[in-house]
């Protein structure tokens, strides 16, 4: 016997005799667990060059702040007029592929041994030709707390031919994607038996590079740099003198300090200017100990870390914060006897660019005594010791760079923006850029990468001096 | 319930048209709490099936076309009721789930296995049994497949997401085996429906939709529905007012 559902029944024409129509049935089809499996595939949502571009990844070693957040290599030529500030990463893929995507499904399985990924919420994208893309929708993977050796599968994926370079992107979340290396060479992600095309349909990762390159991207268009005048980029800034490297640190001492021993441990001293040189390197370092002039700061990846001449600032702790406030005591030192002048940054910004709340909405600063900044309205985050923050002009200078088209034919990496600094005075900027769509538009720069940099006085380029409040 | 005030408030009927009783059964059916997976991949609830729509001026279209979307939403059987005339509203389901009881008119009261929508075992009855040996008349049976427009493969439709704050969001359901037999082509077919309010219930329904173009068939894979026809030697003019009723089939000849 068959079932089958009734589609219709006609009476013929004497009524004795009845057409029936119908179709054959099965009861599992009804079952609520049959529909809920397969999971959906999900559309193509991103793209056809009308959204806006996801924030810029520069595919670039260089992150700030033990890699919480992406840099990219910049470059200072003060030998012109005003000082040219160039930045170097790579240019996301702009032009749609014709290969066609596989179907994936929504969602993937998680095991809590075998790998390396952390407990966390993870986006997957499967590629079809590399970094050329275009790649699936985004699974979703939900790797659950308990252990940190977990592994993510991602099962069912289905071809519609073969693929030129089967490649996986990961992240977070769908603005920091990155790429995990094609599955003939990376070590992050291995694929299943192939189907009849050559392709895997099934793919497992053991772990998740945190940084590399973005997602192609059809929305991107062009770079936009924005420049904005650090007013305090931290308690103090100094030339530094005399280096002393050892094993696994560095003495570097600071002419006319007058600093209680250890005052500054613990505290993050960067790099803003090396002049000499173009390229301009991006140091953080936390300080270990410090006599009256003199800062002891690990090695870090540059050997010494700091070289005479440099121009280093002297991150705050933020030892004072509640639902509206920030501040350290340390605005007063022996370079700073009365701290911020008093309401003097009343209108400005505070940016919180590392630690707990970093990157949050900058808030605007309603009244400041000598060490504390109170901000209208209260934080999005609220901050705490570990929130390093910066004091911004509230006004900035956004270019936007001519259109850029790539292929992926040619090597990615190289000169994205090069734009003359927007200040012939000694000033400290901060630099974002942000990749912009055919209109100009881009994520909120505080998604984007970006860099602090500090411009010397134009006049005489080789006999700058600078102020000593950053 | 909006499905009969939309049926009401723009349609030839009125309140006192519908057979309420089973207005209440389908809704009453609808509510029933299920489990699901968030995009988190944690387990939720929610009704079964649910609908969320509107209807404006800058989106116009045909009451005919507005209770077909709304009907796709849930799987609903409109019928009337032979008893009183009244329109009657069920939704598809197993043959345990809609026909728990033996129907009157229906010459086989004996139960049949089925399995309920929660998977357990139930039994359900037939509203009519069609014998080749009797009540089907001789040489009429034919068994064709639906037309090629009528087989998708993928099933695609715009909705708005409660879980999202009801953004704008789409979902596209591919049957893999579907696709691969036919020549890895995506076959698209417009799927009218209207009032989807999340991924979990528009997966259910495009499964379904699939399964009922699809697996119909004697051989059990995904080469098409097969779609019965036959005259029969009986009178079966209970079965006019049950279209969507499950009914059985035996035929010797074919195996079944």
């Not at chain 2, 997976?37 to 507005?66: E, M, P, Y």
Request: hydrophobic share 40%.
């Amino acid at each position: 016997m068959q079932l089958f559902r009734l589609l219709s029944a006609q009476p013929q024409a004497d009524g004795e005799s009845w057409k029936i129509r119908g179709q054959f049935h099965q009861d599992q089809w009804y079952e609520d667990a049959y529909g809920q499996n397969p999971v959906p595939f999900q559309q193509q949502a991103h793209g056809s060059g009308r959204s806006i571009p996801y924030p810029w990844r520069p595919g670039v070693q260089i992150a700030a702040f033990s890699s919480q957040r992406l840099g990219f290599e910049l470059e200072v030529d003060t030998t012109v007029y005003p000082a040219q500030i160039s930045a170097s990463g790579s240019t996301p893929v702009n032009v749609p592929n014709s290969t066609t995507v596989p179907a994936v499904p929504l969602q993937a399985t998680t095991s809590n041994t075998g790998g390396l990924i952390l407990p966390g919420t993870y986006l997957i994208a499967i590629s079809a030709n590399g970094t050329l893309g275009p790649v699936s929708r985004f699974v979703t993977a939900v790797v659950p707390a308990g252990t940190s050796t977990n592994t993510i599968t991602v099962s069912g994926v289905v071809w519609p031919a073969a693929a030129v370079n089967v490649a996986a992107y990961a992240g977070p979340n769908s603005i920091a994607m990155v790429y995990q290396g094609a599955l003939a060479t990376t070590s992050n992600v291995t694929g299943s038996a192939p189907d009849s095309f050559g392709n895997p349909t099934s793919f497992t990762f053991f772990a998740i590079s945190p940084d590399g390159l973005g997602l192609p991207d059809d929305s991107f268009h062009a770079f936009a740099v924005q420049q904005t005048e650090i007013v305090h980029g931290g308690v103090w800034g100094a030339v530094v003198g005399v280096v002393t490297p050892h094993t696994t640190t560095s003495d570097i001492k600071f002419p006319g300090a007058a600093w209680t021993s250890n005052q500054w441990q613990n505290y993050t001293v960067s790099l803003y200017y090396r002049p000499g040189g173009v390229v301009q390197p991006l140091i953080d370092l936390v300080v270990v100990s410090n006599s009256t002039d003199t800062l002891t700061v690990p090695k870090g990846v540059h050997v010494p870390a700091f070289i005479a001449g440099d121009v280093v600032i002297m991150r705050p702790l933020a030892g004072h914060t509640s639902a509206n406030t920030i501040g350290d005591d340390n605005f007063i030192s022996s370079f700073n006897p009365s701290g911020l002048t008093v309401n003097a940054e009343a209108g400005n910004l505070v940016q919180i660019i590392a630690g707990t709340g970093a990157w949050s909405a900058a808030k605007t600063v309603a009244s400041n005594t000598a060490t504390v900044l109170t901000i209208l309205s209260t934080w999005d985050v609220m901050p705490d010791s570990t929130s390093i923050f910066i004091v911004l002009s509230p006004t900035s200078l956004t270019s936007i760079t001519a259109s850029v088209l790539n292929d992926g034919s040619v090597a990615t990496y190289g000169l994205v923006a090069s734009v003359p600094a927007a200040t012939t005075q000694a000033q400290s900027l901060l630099i974002q850029i942000g990749a912009a769509n055919a209109a100009g538009d881009f994520f909120p720069m505080r998604y984007q990468p970006f860099r602090e940099v500090y411009i010397p006085a134009q006049a005489t380029a080789s006999n700058f001096t600078i102020a000593r409040q950053f | 319930m909006a499905f009969d005030d939309l049926i009401a408030s723009f349609g030839p009927f009125s309140h006192s048209d519908f057979d309420a009783p089973s207005w209440f059964a389908a809704a009453a059916w609808c509510d029933v709490p299920i489990s699901y997976l968030d995009a988190n991949n944690v387990t939720q609830s929610h009704a079964r099936f649910r609908s969320s729509f509107a209807l404006d001026g800058a989106n116009r279209k045909t009451l005919a076309q507005a209770v077909l979307e709304l009907r796709n939403c849930a799987g609903i059987i409109l019928s009337k009721n032979p008893a009183n005339g009244k329109l009657q509203c069920s939704i598809k389901r197993g043959l345990a789930d809609q026909q728990p009881a033996p129907i009157t008119g229906s010459n086989y009261n004996t139960a049949v296995a089925s399995v309920k929508a929660d998977g357990t075992a139930g039994v359900g009855y037939l509203a009519y049994l069609f014998d080749g040996a009797g009540s089907i008349k001789n040489n009429t049976l034919q068994i064709d497949g639906r037309s090629i427009n009528d087989t998708p493969n993928r099933i695609s439709f715009r909705f708005q997401n409660e879980d999202n704050v009801w953004s704008d969001d789409s979902l596209s359901q591919i049957d893999p085996n579907a696709y691969v037999s036919s020549g890895n082509q995506v076959i698209d077919v417009p799927f009218a429906v209207a009032g989807i309010p999340n991924f979990d219930q528009g997966a259910r329904r495009a499964n379904v939709e699939l399964a009922e173009a699809l697996y119909g068939n004697l051989r059990n894979d995904a080469g098409g529905t097969e779609l019965p026809e036959f005259d029969t030697t009986v009178k079966a003019a209970h079965l006019a007012s049950m279209v969507g009723a499950i009914c059985g089939i035996k035929y010797d000849q074919l195996s079944f």
